[in-house]
């Protein structure tokens, strides 16, 4: 007999992180993940992700050539990104 009252696991655990705060986090963490999928390899190599805080993308890049170049890309970047974690976390990208 199942009982009617009962929550399911992954329920709780959502309403636990998003009470937390913790479900922002996570998403802000999967940033980090998609960056080499959205940018590529090489350019992955020479401009990394260092920290995203309150929806800017701290973005350190080795090379002045790939900076220019993903700043020329830098709405697509922010769009895609987005679109890949399923919701707005990235709002700005700062290159350094």
């Known amino acids: 007999m199942e009982n009617e009252s009962a929550i399911p696991l992954a329920e ?12 922002k986090k996570l998403q802000e963490s ?3 993940e998609y960056w080499k999928e959205i940018v590529g ?10 920290r995203i805080e309150h ?7 080795t090379s ?13 970047i922010i769009r895609r990104l987005n679109e890949r974690v399923g919701t707005e976390v990235v709002r700005e990208i700062i290159f350094k």
């Open 12 to 23: 709780i655990l959502q309403r636990l992180a998003a009470k937390t705060g913790l479900d």
């Open 41 to 50: 390899e090489t350019a992955a190599k020479s401009c990394i992700v260092q």
């Open 55 to 61: 929806g800017k993308l701290h973005v350190h890049c």
């Open 64 to 76: 002045s050539v790939w900076r220019t170049e993903l700043q020329l890309r830098k709405e697509d």
């Open 30 to 32: 999967s940033v980090l």
